[in-house]
C-alpha cells in the first residue's frame, strides 16, 4: 500500500494514497473539517519527499495524480477569492472613460506593453500596513511596516527582526503570517494575497508537545499489544514513529495506533511495518487558541494552547548548572533509566542551553498524568493482563524573567507525588509497566 501526507494550515497527517483526485479532497475534507466551498477554493502543491521541507512545492493538476508517489507530500491551501473591484469602477466612472477611449487596434503591441509596466510598478508601490504578533504571557504587539507589494512573505520576519529587535528564532516558532482569516504561504508576496493600505496581518505562537515516547516494559514477551493515543482538539499530531496513520473525529480529537510485539528487553516490533524500536514516538503541535484563557483552562486540566497556568502554581527554578543535575535526579525518582534520562536530557538541552546564553533561569514543572490523560489519553489493549502501572512524566518549561526572577519558589518539589506515579510497582522489574516521557517549552 501507498502513503502519502497531508497538509493544512500547519495540521500533518499520514494517510494511505487515495486511489482518485477526488477521493483525496474528500478525505482532506473530512481530515481537516473544511466545507463544501473550501473544497472548491483549494489549491493542492506537490512535493515528491515528505521528508524534505527544502525541496520546492509545485501546484498539482488534477489528471496528474496518477503520477503522485509514495512517500510524496500534499500541501493544501485555499485560494482567496479576488476582491470585487466594481465599487472602484463605480466610485469612478472618468477614469472608465478615459481607458475606454484608448485605441486597442491601432497600437495592440504598445497598450499591452503599457499594462505590463502598469503592473510592474504597482507592485514596486510601497504601502503601510501592520502586523499584530500575539504572545502568551505578553501583551500583543502591532508592528507598524512600510514595504513594496512584491515583498515576499517570508522575508517579513526579518524585516520585523530588523525593525524591533524580536530574535529571528523566536519568530519561527509562531504560524505562518495570516491575513483576514487565511494562512499566507511563504512564497507568496503581498500582492499575491492583495494586501492593502492600512491592513492588518497576524502572528500566532505555536507550542509543540516534544518527544513523548513511549515504552512497554515486560518480563515476559508479549504479542499484538495495541497502544493508542488520542489527542484533544487543541492538539494535533505533528510526527509519529513507526509510521501509522492518525483519524480525526466529528469531536476534533485525533487519534493514533500501533500494533506491537513486545520482547522482555524493552524491544518492539512494529507489526504493520516490520520495524524494531526502542519506543513509540509522537509530537504534536498546539492549534490556534478558540477561547479565552478563563474559559480554557484549570489546574484540573490541561489545555496545550494555555499551558502557561501550571507553571504559575508549582514549580522549580534553577540556574542552569544546577538545573541539569536536579532534572536527573528527578527524572530517576520519576522511573526513568540511565537511557531514557539522557535521551530526556540530551533532546531538551539546546533550548536549555539557550536560556542560560540569556542570562536566566530554566524554571519547571511536571503535569499531573490524570490531567496530562485529559489532552491526551493514552489506551493499552490486546494483552490478557493490563499493565500493572503507567507513567506518564510530561514537563513544562521556561525561562525565568529577570523582573520575575524574585517570585520564583526554589523549594524542592516532590515530583512522584506531584505527578501521581505509583513508585513501588514502576521500579517493579516482574511486572507489566508503561512508562511515557515528553514535554514543552513555553515561550513568548
Partial sequence: MSFIGLSYQGRRIYVPKPATWHQMLTKASRS????????????VQYRPNLCDDLSPLWELDQEAWDGVQDGSSLHIEIVRPKRDRSVDAVAKPEKVEKRARVDPVAKP???EKRACV?????????IHFNVKIHFRTLPDKIVKLHVKLSTPVE???????????ISIDQLMQMRSFDYEGFRMADRESL???????GDTLSL?????????????????????????????????????????????AASGQTSAAWTVDVQPDGTMTDRKKGLECSYLFW???????????SQRTGLGSFNPSDPYVFLQHCHEALEFEKFIGRLDSV????????????DFIVYWLPAFQRIRDCGQRIMFTFIPQETFAKAAALDISGVAEPPKAISRVFMLFSAVAPARDERIMTKPVDWVLHVGQDEEVMKDPEAFRVLEWGGMELRD
Wanted: charged share 30%.
Fill in 32 to 43: 481537516f473539517s473544511l466545507d463544501d466551498d473550501q473544497v472548491r477554493q483549494l489549491r
Fill in 109 to 111: 503591441e504598445k497598450v
Fill in 118 to 126: 502598469l503592473a510592474d510598478s504597482a507592485n514596486d508601490r510601497k
Fill in 155 to 165: 522575508q517579513l520576519r526579518r524585516l520585523i527582526e530588523e525593525k524591533e529587535g
Fill in 191 to 197: 500582492a499575491d494575497a492583495e494586501v492593502e493600505e
Fill in 204 to 248: 500566532e505562537p505555536i507550542l509543540t508537545g516534544g518527544k513523548p515516547a513511549i515504552y512497554l516494559l515486560s518480563p515476559h514477551a508479549l504479542s499484538n499489544v495495541t497502544v493508542e493515543v488520542t489527542l484533544c482538539p487543541e492538539w494535533n499530531f505533528s510526527v509519529l514513529y513507526p509510521l501509522t496513520t492518525y483519524h480525526t
Fill in 283 to 293: 509530537e504534536a503541535e498546539t492549534l490556534p487558541m478558540q477561547a479565552e484563557p
Fill in 331 to 342: 527524572l530517576e525518582e520519576l522511573s526513568l533509566t540511565p537511557a531514557m534520562r539522557t
